[in-house]
């Protein structure tokens, strides 16, 4: 005789075998996991063509969403001394398709698009069905740009015009994330969560403030030249982008550093390696096109000192009854957790691999040796670098606030923080 298991599924009562009862668990934890509490989003669209589109879901309902706000971040995206003409061409305009009603949330998924002003030019280039006859102007790429994702994304996804490539690989997308960002910043926003970037390095060039707190940088955040607090250091910088830029015909890299304020401690966890914050927040740094170092505070220069000197005391205020630490140096995360001081993360830009000054390359039909193919393109993208990186980390901490608090509507998710704002006071 087979045994039967009578479990209740909300209002149901089921009589399964153990295999299906199996199987069924299986569903509801990878339904709880990845569906309820999960803010999760997708972006797709191609650099030249119709739109960029963003699907988010995860948010709880009942969140103000203002439109105004999203521009304004896809604004500052497009800022920056050092970019290329195509930021004059776009002014970057969301449309929210779904998911949002009278400038709330509804709790269910939500699309975002973003037209791309530019595609009038490109409507036969981009076109979905193949043209009727060969254009006159087909716009091939057929000599891939070193540093580029054109050759390997090429070879892996066996294209021969290298524009089916470079189109999803250029940083056009994180138009997308920067929008989807912002959905997180406004969610952070009514848990006291603020975040801004500053420009700390460009090319050789250091700002001497990279260590200013986070209502310094937030003082910058609708500066359209270089987010950089150090004016010395920023002239400096500007001479070098014109000179590298309009002299050399070459590109320039750097570092920004975003600070996030206002963050309760305890989110992530130490527990797993996938549930650290710290390693989260890698990720979804490093994922910035041209990003290849990220570092957490002051990370790389401590280790070149003693421990002495690098992990931060700890302290204790009876009357607001709050741990604390003396300094800052960890940039907020202990344990794969924040710890309540600032977040502070930096990401490393390597210089822009589109060259005037053309690098040599192959072309791929006939294998001569020649220069690289060039469009349009930035001398530098650091600040535009840094808002993007603000919309990562942001969504970073809106994933790891729905993980820990939950709710289906902001008004219980508020609840479940408040109770556990309490839960942190009492310990
Ligand atoms: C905001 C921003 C703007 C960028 N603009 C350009 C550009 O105009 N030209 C270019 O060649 N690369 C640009 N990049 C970098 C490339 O997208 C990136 O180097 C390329 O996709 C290869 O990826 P990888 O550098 O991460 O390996 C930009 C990056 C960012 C973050």
Redesign the pocket.
């Known amino acids: 005789m087979r045994a039967h298991y009578t479990i209740s599924l909300g209002s149901k009562i089921c009589r399964l075998r153990l295999r299906d009862l199996y199987s069924s668990l299986v569903h509801i934890i990878h339904h709880h996991e990845f569906s309820i509490m999960h803010f999760t989003f997708t972006t797709a669209g191609e650099s030249h063509g119709r739109a960029l589109i963003g699907t988010i879901e995860g948010l709880p309902a009942g969140l103000p969403i203002s439109l105004d706000f999203i521009n304004h971040e896809l604004w500052r995206?497009q800022q920056g001394y050092g970019r290329?003409g195509?930021m004059k061409i776009e002014t970057d305009q969301v449309q929210i398709l779904t998911g949002v009603r009278h400038g709330e949330t509804l709790g269910g998924p939500i699309a975002l698009m973003v037209e791309n002003r530019d595609a009038g030019n490109w409507g036969e280039v981009m076109s979905v069905t193949k043209p009727a006859v060969p254009l006159e102007r087909d716009r091939k790429v057929i000599r891939p740009?070193p540093?580029?994702?054109d050759l390997v994304g090429g070879m892996k996804y066996d294209r021969r015009d290298l524009r089916d490539i470079l189109e999803r690989?250029?940083?056009r997308e994180?138009t997308m994330r920067v929008a989807v960002g912002a959905m997180a910043k406004q969610l952070l926003a009514e848990f006291g969560i603020g975040l801004a970037s500053h420009v700390i390095q460009l090319g050789e060039i250091k700002s001497a403030a990279s260590d200013a707190g986070f209502e310094q940088i937030r003082a910058l955040y609708d500066d359209d030249v270089l987010r950089c607090l150090d004016k010395a250091a920023e002239a400096a910088m500007i001479a070098r982008i014109d000179k590298a830029g309009i002299e050399d015909g070459d590109t320039l890299g750097g570092i920004f550093e975003i600070v996030a304020a206002g963050c309760p401690a305890g989110l992530g966890s130490h527990t797993s390696w996938s549930s650290k914050l710290d390693g989260q927040l890698a990720q979804a740094v490093m994922s910035?096109?041209?990003?290849?170092a990220v570092e957490l505070g002051e990370g790389v220069a401590n280790v070149a000192l003693p421990g002495s000197q690098v992990h931060d005391e700890i302290t204790y205020d009876a009357a607001a009854r709050t741990f604390g630490r003396s300094s800052n140096r960890a940039g907020g995360l202990e344990g794969g957790m924040t710890n309540g001081a600032e977040l502070r993360v930096r990401g490393y830009?390597?210089p822009?691999?589109?060259l005037r000054k053309r690098l040599k390359s192959v072309h791929i039909e006939t294998k001569e040796v020649l220069e690289a193919d060039f469009?349009?393109?930035?001398v530098t993208?650091v600040p535009?670098?840094g808002v993007?990186g603000e919309a990562m980390v942001a969504i970073v901490l809106a994933q790891a606030m729905r993980e820990k608090f939950g709710g289906d509507s902001l008004r219980e998710m508020r609840r479940n923080f408040e109770g556990y704002q309490q839960q942190v006071l009492e310990y």
């Open positions: 995206r290329g195509r740009r540093g580029h994702a690989a250029s940083a994180t910035i096109h041209a990003v290849k830009l390597k822009i691999a589109t469009e349009r393109s930035d993208a535009a670098a993007i």
